[in-house]
Structures are given as structure tokens and as C-alpha cells.
């Protein structure tokens, strides 16, 4: 086993026991998360430094976590909750709520407009 045993202060662990990790797209970028995971706790996992301070109820009820996404081997987009749903092998994340898109900017900055104007 190679994750799911850190144990937070009230000694439950953050991640649910893994063996491996599962390739999954976020906005067309190929990402590397634990499998066994809500889609939420494997967004945490690509960003730990800001997903614990996004304002998520974790409970399927603010709706900030919301996404848009594609099955493996489906054409079918469908709307989930990101705290519900089962991240899981080929899962292709094509939209994201604007409180997912701050938290996971970091992901993607690399892509991102240059923040300043150039003096060109
Ligand atoms: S985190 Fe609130 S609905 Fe998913």
C-alpha cells in the first residue's frame, strides 16, 4: 500500500486506502490521482494547499464542487458533485465550478495568460 494511512489530528485518514493511482484529465490536462477517491479528495490531492480552503460544504449541499464530466467510453456529458462522485480510471473532467477553477488554477498556470501586460 502506498497511501491513505496519514492521519490527520483526529487520527482519521485524509485518503482512503490505495494502492495505485489512476490517470484522469482535468480540462484536457492528464492528471495522476489516488484511486478509491471522491472526485474532491483527489482534487485535494493534485492541490493540498488550496482545496482545504475552498468553501466546500463536502456534503452535497453548497454545490461549489460542481463539474462537468465524461465517462470512460462515453460520449455523454452529465453534471456531478465532486464530493459525490467516485473518481475513477479515464474519467475526463471537462468543466468546473468557478470555486474548483480558483482552487486548481495552480494546475493549469502554465497555460494561463500572462498576468502582466508586455511593453511589445
Ligand atoms: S462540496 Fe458542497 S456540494 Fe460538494
Sequence with gaps: MIGGMGADRFNVPLYRPFEKLIS????????????????????????????????????????????????????????????KLMAEEGLEIMELAPELQWNLSQLFQENAPHPMPTDE
Excluded: H
Design 24 to 83: 484522469i484529465t482535468v480540462r484536457g490536462k492528464p492528471m495522476q490521482v489516488p484511486e478509491n477517491q471522491i472526485l474532491l479528495r483527489a482534487f485535494q490531492y493534485l492541490c493540498p494547499e488550496t482545496i482545504p480552503f475552498g468553501r466546500y460544504c463536502w456534503n452535497e449541499e453548497c454545490q461549489y464542487c460542481r463539474v462537468v464530466i465524461r465517462k470512460a467510453g462515453s460520449d455523454k456529458l452529465s453534471q456531478a458533485l465532486s464530493c
